[in-house]
């Protein structure tokens, strides 16, 4: 197993990136996570607006994956994502779903015991989830700031994307160019405040290629679900984005004229929301695994 410090970091998700680290496929790789604010923020009297703002979202890699190259699949399971002892969050006037109704900053600073971050005595148990996940976007696209999600990953901050789930990103570069941070302990669906509890981590993570599969998003393998990840300007746009992929597979897996699939992914396909605080917001479309497996799905992909 290898390891990348969390002293190598990118801030843009750019088709050029230069790798620290190169790997082969199927290898484990340790990544040191730092949080969304590079540890700036360590306790409540710190101000957002005093701190490095050039130094956010911070992205640990990238790593270089031989044999991956444009027209493949970098599938990434996840493995372990152990947090440290301590995480933040924050509320910005201006910022967040509600953001006219937020009137004043605050920091919080929760630590976490026994599995659980405590918040003003309320004990939460954590979910360690990763928010920034990408790899190189194509030459068309980038760069891609590490805030803002698109076709090659990044900012999703999608909170099914935790231990024992596996995603799988579209290989737009040689190499694949894959790197993760921004951490969270737990996160509620939409991350309404603009921030989860963000938090260093140690991610443990195997890539491996999959050869000649084609994708135009991200895709998301649960235990329950195949979830399509796109991003865009609004919601709707974004879910016209991510249920236009689901029906063409269902149409493709079942055999069905397009209109079919189009009903059988009103019946069974859930949309769900992923965060709408960041420069794109992010949904998912969620084919349930008991109608037709990740594995069946992919092998629609060419």
């Known amino acids: 197993m290898q390891k990348v410090s969390g002293e190598h970091v990118v801030y843009a998700f750019s088709p050029d990136m230069t790798p620290v680290l190169e790997v ?11 949080d969304c604010f590079y540890q700036q923020v360590q306790l409540e009297s710190h101000v957002l607006d005093g ?98 999600p698109f ?10 994307i935790v231990k024992g789930h596996t995603v799988y990103f579209p290989v737009r570069q040689p190499g694949a160019l894959f790197a993760l ?36 998003w991200p895709i998301l393998q649960t235990a329950d679900a195949t979830q399509i990840i796109a991003s865009g300007p609004t919601l709707e746009a974004a879910l016209k984005d991510a249920m236009k992929v689901a029906v063409d597979l269902l149409a493709a897996s079942f055999s069905l004229m397009w209109e079919d699939a189009y009903l059988l992914a009103s019946l069974t396909v859930d949309a769900k929301i992923s965060q709408v605080v960041d420069p794109l917001v992010t949904v998912r479309a969620s084919i349930p695994q008991w109608l037709v497996s990740t594995e069946a799905l992919l092998k629609e992909l060419t």
């Open 24 to 34: 082969e496929s199927g290898e484990i790789v340790h990544f040191e996570s730092n």
């Open 51 to 148: 701190i490095d703002h050039d130094r956010l979202n911070p992205a640990t890699g990238p790593v270089y994956v031989r044999s991956a190259e444009p027209g493949d699949l970098l599938r990434v399971d996840i493995l372990a994502i152990d947090v440290q002892a301590q995480g933040v969050a924050a509320v910005v006037p201006g910022e967040g779903i509600l953001s006219e109704e937020a009137k004043e900053a605050i920091v919080r600073v929760i630590p976490v015991e026994n599995g659980e971050a405590v918040f003003k005595g309320i004990r939460l148990p954590l979910r360690p989830m990763i928010g920034v996940i990408g790899v190189a976007p194509g030459d068309e696209d980038g760069p891609c700031p590490t805030d803002t």
């Open 151 to 160: 076709r090659h990953g990044g900012n999703m901050d999608t909170n099914e």
């Open 181 to 216: 941070g921004d951490c969270h302990g737990l996160m509620g669906d939409g991350e309404i405040c603009f921030t989860g509890l963000e938090i260093p981590a140690d991610v443990f993570v195997r890539l491996t290629v999959v050869k000649n599969k084609r994708a135009v």
